[in-house]
């Protein structure tokens, strides 16, 4: 389900996981629970970005078209 996330998506989604787990008051398994959200959706964050830095890097090294 993470993987058809939007970047924007997948960080918003990520704040609120943050807030919940900063808010406190959780058990341990839905601190758990969350926190293993975040990686999931802290990694989809990160692959959106190498992705976006690769394609800035390929437009770089393309030679002009002009």
């Known amino acids: 389900m993470t993987e058809s996330l ?6 918003a989604e990520l704040a609120g996981v943050v807030e919940k787990l900063e808010a406190g008051g ?6 758990l629970a969350l926190w ?11 692959r959106w970005l190498d992705n976006a830095r690769a394609r800035l890097d ?3 090294a393309a030679p002009d078209a002009g």
Do not use: D, H, P
């Open 58 to 60: 390929a437009a770089k």
């Open 36 to 46: 293993e959200r975040g990686e999931q959706l802290a990694t989809v964050c990160q």
């Open 6 to 11: 939007s970047y924007e998506q997948a960080r």
């Open 26 to 31: 959780s058990t341990l398994e839905e601190s």
